[in-house]
Nanobody, 115 residues
Framework: QVHLVESGGGMVQPGGSLRLSCAASGSAFSSYAMSWYRQAPGKQRDMVALITSGERTNYADSVKGRFTISRDNIKNMVYLQMNSLKPEDTAVYYC?????????WGQGTQVTVSS
């Protein structure tokens, strides 16, 4: 089983920045596609950024140009750099690891963007 632990969330003013981190267990980390999802109250959980095992990336239109996903296969870490944050970015952010039809989820970290 893969264990994922997110960190780095918090409260920030509009226009500010945060960097989320996800620590993954397992020696096969480099084989997984890694992604960040978010879920705001009353809304579904949606993908915001993905990075494949080949390090191709994909972003939701709402965050493109503001967020950057990256991975460190030596440290088994994935990151989400979030810049120019908006109140609409407020949500619980979840780390996801996927291979084939199997997905693993972290516990989530709260991001609040407010004045």
């Amino acid at each position: 089983q893969v264990h994922l632990v997110e960190s780095g969330g918090g409260m920030v003013q509009p226009g500010g920045s945060l960097r989320l981190s996800c620590a993954a267990s397992g020696s096969a980390f480099s084989s997984y596609a890694m992604s960040w999802y978010r879920q705001a109250p009353g809304k579904q959980r949606d993908m915001v950024a993905l990075i494949t095992s080949g390090e191709r990336t994909n972003y939701a239109d709402s965050v493109k140009g503001r967020f950057t996903i990256s991975r460190d296969n030596i440290k088994n870490m994935v990151y989400l750099q979030m810049n120019s944050l908006k109140p609409e970015d407020t949500a619980v952010y979840y780390c996801n690891a996927g291979i084939g039809v199997i997905d693993f989820w972290g516990q989530g970290t709260q991001v609040t963007v407010s004045s």
